[in-house]
Protein backbone atom coordinates (compact mmCIF):
# COMPACT_ATOMS: atom_id res chain seq x y z
CA UNK A 1 0.00 0.00 0.00
CA UNK A 2 1.24 3.62 -0.59
CA UNK A 3 -0.06 6.57 0.59
CA UNK A 4 0.55 10.67 0.14
CA UNK A 5 -0.30 12.92 2.73
CA UNK A 6 -0.35 16.80 1.92
CA UNK A 7 0.20 19.57 4.11
CA UNK A 8 0.60 23.18 4.33
CA UNK A 9 -2.12 24.75 2.16
CA UNK A 10 -4.49 27.38 3.46
CA UNK A 11 -5.27 31.13 3.14
CA UNK A 12 -3.17 33.89 2.29
CA UNK A 13 -3.13 37.07 0.54
CA UNK A 14 -1.99 38.29 -2.63
CA UNK A 15 2.66 38.65 -2.98
CA UNK A 16 2.17 36.09 0.54
CA UNK A 17 4.43 32.78 0.39
CA UNK A 18 3.14 29.44 1.19
CA UNK A 19 4.62 25.89 1.29
CA UNK A 20 2.95 22.52 0.50
CA UNK A 21 4.65 19.44 2.11
CA UNK A 22 4.05 16.02 0.83
CA UNK A 23 5.06 12.55 1.99
CA UNK A 24 4.99 9.27 0.48
CA UNK A 25 4.76 6.16 2.66
CA UNK A 26 4.23 2.16 2.27
CA UNK A 27 5.48 -0.28 0.01
CA UNK A 28 7.76 1.46 -2.01
CA UNK A 29 10.77 0.27 -3.64
CA UNK A 30 11.62 3.38 -5.65
CA UNK A 31 10.45 6.95 -6.83
CA UNK A 32 11.07 8.38 -9.99
CA UNK A 33 9.27 11.26 -10.31
CA UNK A 34 7.03 13.84 -7.61
CA UNK A 35 5.44 16.45 -8.17
CA UNK A 36 2.38 18.44 -7.80
CA UNK A 37 -0.80 19.66 -10.25
CA UNK A 38 -3.70 21.82 -9.28
CA UNK A 39 -6.94 22.58 -10.54
CA UNK A 40 -9.07 25.72 -10.08
CA UNK A 41 -13.02 25.54 -9.71
CA UNK A 42 -13.97 25.41 -13.87
CA UNK A 43 -10.46 24.80 -15.10
CA UNK A 44 -8.51 21.95 -16.36
CA UNK A 45 -5.72 20.19 -14.11
CA UNK A 46 -2.08 21.43 -14.37
CA UNK A 47 1.00 20.47 -13.95
CA UNK A 48 2.81 22.82 -11.48
CA UNK A 49 6.19 21.94 -10.88
CA UNK A 50 7.74 18.12 -11.05
CA UNK A 51 11.38 16.79 -9.92
CA UNK A 52 12.72 13.72 -10.75
CA UNK A 53 14.80 11.07 -8.93
CA UNK A 54 17.80 12.60 -10.99
CA UNK A 55 16.90 16.26 -9.39
CA UNK A 56 15.99 17.72 -13.03
CA UNK A 57 12.79 20.35 -12.54
CA UNK A 58 10.07 21.03 -14.59
CA UNK A 59 7.46 24.15 -14.21
CA UNK A 60 4.29 25.78 -16.19
CA UNK A 61 5.09 28.89 -16.69
CA UNK A 62 3.21 30.88 -14.30
CA UNK A 63 5.11 29.36 -11.79
CA UNK A 64 8.70 30.11 -13.17
CA UNK A 65 10.70 32.36 -11.13
CA UNK A 66 8.25 32.27 -7.96
CA UNK A 67 7.46 28.59 -6.93
CA UNK A 68 11.01 26.39 -5.96
CA UNK A 69 10.01 22.46 -6.17
CA UNK A 70 12.42 20.33 -4.16
CA UNK A 71 13.03 16.89 -2.61
CA UNK A 72 13.90 14.90 0.72
CA UNK A 73 14.71 11.59 -0.86
CA UNK A 74 15.41 10.28 2.59
CA UNK A 75 12.07 10.28 3.52
CA UNK A 76 10.67 10.59 0.24
CA UNK A 77 9.04 13.87 0.77
CA UNK A 78 8.51 16.82 -1.98
CA UNK A 79 7.94 20.41 -1.25
CA UNK A 80 6.90 23.12 -3.02
CA UNK A 81 7.52 27.04 -1.86
CA UNK A 82 5.52 29.27 -3.58
CA UNK A 83 6.06 32.91 -3.34
CA UNK A 84 4.30 36.17 -4.83
CA UNK A 85 1.08 34.41 -4.76
CA UNK A 86 -1.62 35.76 -7.01
CA UNK A 87 -5.34 35.26 -6.69
CA UNK A 88 -5.14 32.56 -9.71
CA UNK A 89 -2.64 30.28 -7.91
CA UNK A 90 -5.96 30.05 -5.91
CA UNK A 91 -6.60 25.84 -6.82
CA UNK A 92 -6.91 22.19 -4.88
CA UNK A 93 -3.19 21.47 -5.42
CA UNK A 94 -2.83 17.68 -5.39
CA UNK A 95 0.66 15.70 -5.13
CA UNK A 96 1.70 12.61 -7.12
CA UNK A 97 4.18 10.61 -7.47
CA UNK A 98 5.37 7.83 -10.29
CA UNK A 99 7.32 4.90 -8.11
CA UNK A 100 7.53 1.28 -8.06
CA UNK A 101 6.52 -0.81 -5.36
CA UNK A 102 9.62 -3.49 -5.72
CA UNK A 103 12.08 -4.13 -8.39
CA UNK A 104 9.77 -6.91 -10.48
CA UNK A 105 6.66 -4.14 -10.45
CA UNK A 106 5.80 -1.77 -13.29
CA UNK A 107 5.61 1.88 -12.09
CA UNK A 108 2.48 3.45 -11.29
CA UNK A 109 1.04 6.55 -10.87
CA UNK A 110 -0.56 7.46 -6.97
CA UNK A 111 -2.08 10.94 -5.91
CA UNK A 112 -2.75 12.27 -2.73
CA UNK A 113 -6.13 13.69 -1.37
CA UNK A 114 -5.56 17.38 -2.01
CA UNK A 115 -4.70 20.46 -0.66
CA UNK A 116 -6.88 23.76 -0.44
CA UNK A 117 -4.85 27.02 -1.78
CA UNK A 118 -6.94 30.22 -1.40
CA UNK A 119 -4.87 33.16 -1.99
CA UNK A 120 -7.11 36.92 -1.19
CA UNK A 121 -7.05 39.49 0.88
Known amino acids: QVQLVESGGGLVQPGGSLRLSCVAS????????MGWFRQAPGKQRELVAR???????DYTDSAKGRFTISRDSAENTVYLHMSSLKPEDTAVYYC???????????????WGPGTQVTVSS
Open 96 to 110: YANLRQRYSAPSYNY
Open 26 to 33: GSIFSINV
Open 51 to 57: ITSEGST
